[in-house]
């Protein structure tokens, strides 16, 4: 049997309870297991060359799902609405992905993570769009795949049913 490919995941950091948890949805890890891979939880940490450790492992990295990023990352002031992520795992995602650009490793951002990916870049977010549904809880959309390199080799379909959490 060959071995399964180790896939990085960033984590959440919150308070839940009374204590401060390292946390991550089980969804992430059950789909890269279905899906061939050895799914390798990364903690937050603020020690680039812990990260660095973590990553020398690992075939490619997944940033999760979360809350906002602080918005002073892209020189903005905080809107109301939002619900900003505890700064330990902000600046160790920020550390993962500049990681993953020195060495050569393939990222994948997941709602939070491609924000991460444009904040990283020098892009802006809209904080809040009040005339959108809430997307709290799992709510499902249709999404299209219209060209591109990657996609429309893995998936035989041109739609795709997926879920959001948003605002």
């Not at 041109?158 to 605002?167: E, P, Y």
Request: glycine residues 8%; negative net charge; aromatic residues 10%.
């Amino acid at each position: 049997m060959n071995p399964r490919p180790k896939i990085g995941l960033s984590m959440n950091y919150m308070k839940l309870g009374s204590y401060h948890q390292f946390h991550i949805r089980d969804t992430y890890i059950d789909a890269i297991y279905q899906h061939g891979g050895l799914p390798c939880p990364i903690p937050c940490f603020e020690d680039k060359e812990v990260l660095r450790q973590y990553l020398s492992g690992i075939q490619a990295l997944i940033i999760i799902g979360g809350l906002d990023y602080p918005p002073a990352l892209y020189d903005e002031p905080v809107d109301p609405h939002s619900e900003i992520m505890e700064a330990r795992r902000a600046h160790s995602d920020f550390l993962l992905l500049e990681l993953c650009l020195e060495l050569d490793l393939p990222v994948l951002g997941i709602c939070a993570g491609m924000q991460l990916m444009n904040i990283f870049f020098g892009g802006k977010l809209i904080q809040h769009l009040p005339e959108l549904d809430a997307h709290f809880g799992e709510k499902y959309h249709e999404i299209r795949i219209t060209g591109g390199r990657w996609l429309p080799a893995i998936f035989s379909a041109d739609s795709l049913l997926v879920n959001s959490n948003h605002h």
